[in-house]
């Protein structure tokens, strides 16, 4: 397992923690397929990873745009920000995964998710989809002074 689900902060949104419950358990059993690839370099082991990580980057892009979609129609003021972190994160990930279909370097994926995904997608959680769900709930940003 790399992330445990309970480690993952929670935001004042349950849909939105639910959405990120999912993309964890994804995160977990890709990483199993990462392991077990670096282990034993079969045709069934690269099938496996491949249908995952796919399955992971179709998960992320709904998890994204259904964000997106409510702040939109929130009118949430920090949109572009939170917006622009989601579109970084996606072309990272998919180069991640044609640079892999390309090279099949096992080691740079698993170092990716090792050294990067956590602590970014952590990060995130933390930092713009709190802020996001508060607005979402309460319709004030942090700093509103009414
Ligand atoms: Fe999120
Ligand atoms: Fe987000």
């Not at 099938?47 to 409510?70: G, M, P, V």
Request: charged share 30%; proline share 1%; hydrophobic share 35%.
């Amino acid at each position: 397992m790399l992330i445990n689900k309970n480690d993952l902060p929670l935001v004042s949104m349950d849909f939105m923690n639910d959405t990120h419950f999912e993309d964890v358990e994804i995160i977990n059993e890709l990483y199993k397929d990462i392991l077990e690839y670096e282990k034993e370099q079969s045709e069934l082991n690269l099938k496996s990873l491949e249908d995952k990580y796919k399955e992971w980057i179709t998960h992320t892009e709904n998890h994204f745009e259904t964000e997106e979609i409510q702040m939109r129609e929130k009118g949430f003021f920090a949109y572009e920000f939170h917006k622009n972190e989601h579109n970084m994160n996606l072309s990272e990930i998919k180069q991640l995964f044609d640079n892999f279909e390309e090279t099949k370097n096992i080691l740079e994926l698993k170092n990716y998710f090792e050294n990067n995904l956590v602590s970014w997608l952590v990060n995130h959680i933390q930092t713009m989809d709190t802020v996001t769900a508060m607005f979402f709930k309460t319709g004030m940003s942090p700093c509103a002074m009414h």
